[in-house]
């Protein structure tokens, strides 16, 4: 993830206009499934003389390296009356990303600190309100299977967003974004299934006992 931003934060310093969005979701049973985004915006392109192709070449060869599973993608947004070119890669596998599941709950940890320590050394010489004008975001958002709980970031129901650019422009000092939930609880949803099931049975042999009759 280090590597990500560095490679992204290159593209970052041109002029502000570039997007970086990391999605990671976690399903009941804990299991995690990353993506990611990245797109730079055409204006900055052309004040660098870079091409599109030159700029999603760059990105592969340095966002996907030997993730071999992963599935890449070259995507175009317009976004603000603004184009952007870039990558949305998902499938990602990543051994940084810790999930645990431990007395009915679910425990995700996302190491941040080298990131920020990235992104500090190679923000642009503007303010933070002046990139975000631009255009420019650096976010990590986390969707939980049931309503979460993080050390950092802005919480919405189940999901987590955590501007790296806010933390890196205040100077917080985070190691890493630990998000928790409670596990799903699937008793009710069995109780009901079984109780339904019931109710059929004896309903069946009500029938059979009223064709008897008959």
């Not at 206009?17 to 993506?35: E, F, L, Q, R």
């Not at 603004?82 to 425990?107: A, E, M, P, Q, W």
């Not at 699937?186 to 009223?210: D, F, N, S």
């Amino acid at each position: 993830m280090k590597k990500i931003i560095m490679v992204f934060m290159a593209l970052f310093m041109l002029c502000g206009c570039a997007k970086y969005k990391m999605v990671v979701n976690v399903d009941g049973d804990g299991k995690v499934d990353a993506s990611l985004k990245s797109l730079i915006s055409e204006e900055a392109l052309l004040s660098q003389n870079m091409t599109k192709d030159e700029a999603i070449s760059a990105m592969k060869k340095s966002l996907v390296g030997n993730n071999e599973e992963a599935t890449v993608k070259e995507i175009k947004e317009e976004i603000n009356h603004k184009t952007y070119y870039g990558l949305s890669i998902t499938n990602i596998k990543t051994k940084s990303i810790k999930s645990t599941v431990k007395d009915g709950k679910i425990s995700v940890d996302i190491p941040v600190d080298a990131l920020i320590s990235s992104i500090k050394s190679g923000l642009p010489n503007m303010s933070l309100k002046s990139i975000k004008k631009l255009g420019g975001e650096v976010s990590i958002v986390v969707n939980m299977p049931t309503s979460a709980t993080s050390t950092v970031g802005k919480v919405n129901g189940k999901q987590v967003k955590v501007d790296l650019l806010d933390l890196a422009y205040n100077n917080k000092e985070v190691k890493s974004i630990h998000v928790t939930c409670e596990k799903e609880d699937h008793t009710g949803v069995v109780a009901g299934i079984v109780l339904v099931i019931i109710v059929l049975a004896g309903v069946l042999v009500m029938m059979k006992r009223k064709q008897k009759i008959d």
